[in-house]
């Protein structure tokens, strides 16, 4: 029996199957201790490994497979989510700033590796695990408002040119070390490089923008192009002597501007984050020896090593930070912000370093030290930004307050409803009543009938009589309303696609859906309409959560983080509300307790401007609490609705989401919610009342 067992054990499906559990199960358990989801799947990967349990076998060829998908998969993300738009208006800058970042932690890696007796060729392959960085903080700044900072924007894109460096330098390295390197071969290797790297980047985004043109709504074969490019690129960098994690990095570039924020990329990330990243991140904890770990933090020279490599590496990123301030200078608060947003070593370091460990480059005692410094600069990056992000955000506030001034009404409203469940189609409608009615505007109730192939088959008569009887229904539910209701039926194969062309159609100025509480779980395990919508829709959306009548609404609470010109929306928003219902509306910023009151003071009376401009009455709290989350939620507990923003872009740690603050708060309110999301361009005149 016992044989049996073991047996079975070894069989890959059951790998696969533990492997798919721990994904699901063990980030949420760790994240609910407030412990990233990363450590998790690392601890995982030692309790489960050789040195752990052994139910999981490193080096079987099932392992080995995953593991290389999700490294390659890894590396390609970090290349999709480099906002290309962003480096190219600072360009200039962006190269300097990073010159300066990769070239000093590269030599200062460099002289640790010296210091610690490793050959020239390890010495600087530890160097260019120093030149990299992952922008694990960028939901900080973005939440902040202050990714539009010339500071934050240059360090966004000079991770382009330290990822492209770093990969750069690993491949020479690693070519070197397999032996009989002469300089012919590496100007050989070089060569080879450059001719690689044009036909990737430039090759590989035409040949997507024709296929993408072709393939038109084809979300399918658009998908399938992306990933064959992907292991194409990997495949083609190993034929030419570098690593194939280089070539997976160079095709997210290539591919980036032609998926650009479309639903094919939310499923590229979607499958990298839930299912071969983790699994890579596993495999590296199943590299991880317990006693040779305990051994390098308690070993004077092993621990030296890691002090050295994570001390080392803090002080060069904030050096290159140094000299960027005294050549563009920028102020000191945006320094900080630059070293500290450069500093997590996530995606690149652990790529190169499992990369550079499999070559017998790096010994397991740099393994075990990158390890560390990953959860050191993981944890201190975002602490520090968030720090100094908000002190920046405060030193602008004066500079941003003059630019934003009170829009007027132009034009009658449009409000698109998508309605698809009887039970909460009323309240959804009647919410987008109140807001139209304030315009004298147009409610398009949407039905959506999934096409078959054969629009004459029983089945799609059956959904044809069904939205037919929705749209009579949301006509029945909005004829007291007083508003001009104009229903429409459309046949789409994609239920997400179809709200989306509506609404440009018709020239909807709002969409309106439902959203239901759902698990962290169900989150995990699916990618809704709801989530599609909000990152293709052309004009605003409010996704409700709605518990009562929004007739009733009398106290309207909105959490603003910053004064940049979003912030506007949600008071316009909240104000046609409380027009029909006579509700309170209360604006609240939460800040840091360490905050003077001077400052609280005078943040108030910056807000309070702000609402000024606007023809609404409002009363602004200021809350000092450092648990942001804690503290809208205690506030929440006493009115009708909560009026959150929902993020268009989401930033993940290496492929791993992360929860965005929305996200967290929105399970401990009670009271109705509205998650409002707004497209990178879009006129909001239209949203305040003549």
Known sequence: MFLLTAGVLQEPIVAFVILLAVILIVPIVFERFRVPGLVGLLA??????????GIINGDSETMNLLSDIGLVYLMFVAGLEIDIEQFTRTRNRSIGFGTYTFLVPLITGTIVGRVFGFDWNPAILIGSLFASHTLLAYPIVSRLGIVTNEAVTVTIGATIFTDIGALLVLAICVGIHAGDFTIAKLITLLGSLVIYTIVILFGFDKAGREFFRRSGTDEGNQFLFVLLAVFLASVGAQLIGVEKIVGAFLSGLAVNRVVGDSP???????????????????????????????????????????IAIVFGLIASKFGAAVLAKLTYRYSWREMMVMGSLSLPQVAATLAATLVGYRAGLLTEGVLNSVIVLML????????????????????????????????????????????????????????????????????????????????????????????????????????DYGVTVSPLLRIDDNVAQGITRASREAHANLIVMGWGRKSRLGERLFRTIVSSVLSTAPCPVAVARLVQSPSKFQSILIPIENLTPRSLFPLEFAHNISIATGGRITVLHVCDRATSSSKIAWIKSQIALLVAKLPLTAEVQIVPDDD???????????VDLVVLPSSQRLMSAGGLPLNSLTAQIAPQIQASIVLLGEPEVVDRTIFLPS
């Not at 995982?44 to 349990?53: I, P, Q």
């Not at 004077?300 to 090593?305: A, M, R, S, T, V």
């Not at 942001?628 to 006493?638: D, E, F, H, K, N």
Request: hydrophobic content about 50%; cysteine-free; proline content about 6%.
């Open 44 to 53: 995982s990967g030692v309790a489960l490994g050789s040195n752990g349990l």
């Open 264 to 306: 094919v990329k939310e499923k590229v990330l979607f499958v990298g984050s839930v299912l071969f990243i983790p699994i890579f991140f596993i495999d590296m904890g199943l590299l991880i020896r317990v006693p040779a770990f305990i051994q390098s933090l308690t070993d004077p020279k092993l621990l030296g090593l890691t």
């Open 376 to 479: 050191v600069t993981s944890i201190l990056g975002p602490i520090l930004t968030a720090r100094f992000a908000n002190e920046l955000r405060l030193e602008t506030l004066s500079e941003i307050e003059p630019t934003l001034s009170a829009p007027t009404w132009t034009r009658q409203t449009t409000v698109l409803v998508p309605v698809y469940n009887p039970n909460t189609e009323a309240y959804l409608l009647e919410l987008a009543a109140l807001i139209t009615r304030s315009h004298s505007g147009q409610l398009i109730p949407l039905a959506i009938a999934l096409s078959q192939a054969s629009l004459n088959s029983p089945e799609m008569q059956n959904r044809l009589d069904r939205s037919e009887s929705l749209l009579k229904l949301a006509a029945e539910l909005t004829q």
């Open 628 to 638: 942001r989350v804690r503290a809208i939620a205690v506030a929440a507990q006493s």
